[in-house]
C-alpha cells in the first residue's frame, strides 16, 4: 500500500522560494517513477516535474530553470525546491508515484503566490 503526504506549502510573495516536501510509503517508491504535479481552479491537474528511479528528471516548459526536482531513496523522500515564484505558480501541488500503470496520489499542498 502507497501512501503519499506532502507538506511546505504556504503563502510567499513573488520572487520568494518554497520547498515542497513529499513522504513516501511502500516498498515500490525506490523502483517508481515520482513527480510533481499541480492543479489551479478550472484547470486540469498537469505535471510540473518527474524523477525517474535512475535520477533522470524532466519539467514543464514553464518551471524550467526556477524549479528542481529531487529523491532521497532512503528516506522515501521526494522534493520540490521553487525559486523565483510567480502568481502563475499559484496551485494545489500534488505528490504522485508513478508504477506499473498506476498513479498514486496525495492529498496536495497548496501554494498561493502573491503579486
Known amino acids: 500500500q502507497v501512501q503519499l503526504v506532502e507538506s511546505g506549502g504556504g503563502l510567499v510573495q513573488a520572487g520568494e522560494s518554497l520547498r515542497l516536501s513529499c513522504a513516501a510509503s511502500?516498498?515500490?517508491?525506490?523502483?517508481?517513477?515520482m513527480g510533481w504535479y499541480r492543479q489551479s481552479p478550472g484547470k486540469e491537474r498537469a505535471l510540473v516535474a518527474l524523477?525517474?528511479?535512475?535520477?533522470?528528471?524532466n519539467y514543464a516548459d514553464s518551471v524550467k530553470g526556477r524549479f528542481t526536482i529531487s529523491r532521497d531513496n532512503a528516506k522515501s523522500m521526494v522534493y520540490l525546491q521553487m525559486n523565483s515564484l510567480k502568481p502563475e505558480d499559484t496551485a494545489v501541488y500534488y505528490c504522485?508515484?508513478?508504477?506499473?500503470?498506476?498513479?498514486?496520489w496525495g492529498k496536495g499542498t497548496l501554494v498561493t503566490v502573491s503579486s
Open positions: 511502500g516498498t515500490i517508491f525506490r523502483i517508481g517513477s
Open positions: 524523477i525517474v528511479s535512475d535520477g533522470r528528471t
Open positions: 504522485g508515484l508513478s508504477y506499473a500503470g498506476n498513479i498514486y
